[in-house]
C-alpha cells in the first residue's frame, strides 16, 4: 500500500480509503474481520458519515473493533456531515450537534477529518468558520473538507476560513471510468460535443492547483447509484473486456485495475472503497501495486465509451 502526504496535514493516509456506509446491517464480527482485513492490507483511512445506517454505522463499527486510545492510533477517521431529512445544513448549530453525536457513536475525542457532505446554497460561510473554529480549537477535529463540491463554493469558504487559519484539504466527488465528466471536458477543450460540456468548474485541476485531494466515491458505479459497471457485460461489455485483459496482465482483479485506473492519474486521488466483502478488499488493496502505462490507461478510457477528438 501506498501513502498519501495530503497537503502537508497527514502525511501518512493510505491511498485506498474504505467506506463504511453498508456496514449497519452486518454483525459485529463480520465488521471487525473487515477492518482488520483492510489494516492488515495497509489501509488506515475509514470514511464514515452521520446519516450513515442513520448514525449507526459509526456506532456498530467503534463497537465491531472495540474502540479505545490504544486502538484508535490505528486508524485515520473521517466522518461527513449537513444532510438532514429533506434538506441540507451547514448552520453553526447543526455542524457542532453532528460532530458530536458522531464522536458519542464513534467512542473517539476526535475526528481526522470532517467534510461537509453535499453543497447548501444556504449556507453562511461566517458561520461554518465559526463552527470549524471552535471544532479545531476544542480538539474535537483536526482537519476540514467538502464533498461534492465545485470550486467556487469552495473559494467562497476558504474566504471566510483563511480569518481563521483553517484550510480545505479534501474534496470528495464521485469519479469512475464510467463517470468522468471532471474528466471529458479538460479534454475536449474548444469542441461542441457533448464530452466538451465543462458541469462542474474544471474542478479536477482546481483541486491540483490548491492541493485538495480528490476523493473519488462509487468507483465501481455508473450514472447516480444506477449498477456496477464490472460485469455488466450488457451495457459496457468493451469496458469489460479490456479491464479484464489488464486483470489478467497484471495478476489483480477487475475490482483491482479500476482502481489502479483512478490511481494512475497524476491528481494522487484517493478511492474510497465501500465493499463489505473482506476478500474483495484485501484484492482491491492489490492496485496498489499497479502501475498502469498511458496507453492503458486510455484505452480503459475509451473502452467505456469515451472519445478523444
Known sequence: MKYLNIKNKITNASEISLGMMRISGMQ??????LVKTALDNGINFFDHADIYGGGKCEEVFANAIDMNPSIRKKFIIQTKCGIRSGFFDFSKEHILNSVDGSLKRLKTDFIDVLLLHRP???????????AFDILKKNGKVKFF?????????????????????????????????THTGMIDSGINVNMK????????????????????????WSPFQYGFFEGAFLGNLEKFPKLNEVIDKYAKQYSVTNSAIAIAWLLRHPAKMQPIVGSTNK???????????????????????????????
Open 28 to 33: 459485529l464480527k463480520e465488521i471487525d474481520e
Open 120 to 130: 447548501d446554497t444556504l449556507m453562511e460561510p461566517e458561520e461554518v468558520a465559526e
Open 279 to 309: 476478500t474483495r478488499v484485501a484484492e482491491i488493496c492489490k492496485a496498489s501495486e499497479v502501475n498502469l502505462t498511458k496507453k492503458e490507461w486510455y484505452e480503459i478510457y475509451l473502452s467505456a465509451g469515451n472519445i478523444l477528438p
Open 145 to 177: 473538507g467538502v464533498s461534492n463540491q465545485k470550486p467556487y463554493q469552495i473559494e467562497l469558504l476558504q474566504k471566510y476560513l483563511n480569518n481563521v487559519g483553517i484550510e480545505i484539504i479534501i474534496n470528495q466527488l464521485q469519479l469512475s471510468v
Open 193 to 216: 460535443n457533448g464530452n466538451s460540456v465543462n458541469h462542474d468548474g474544471d474542478i479536477l485541476e482546481y483541486c491540483r492547483l490548491k492541493e485538495i485531494t480528490i476523493q473519488p
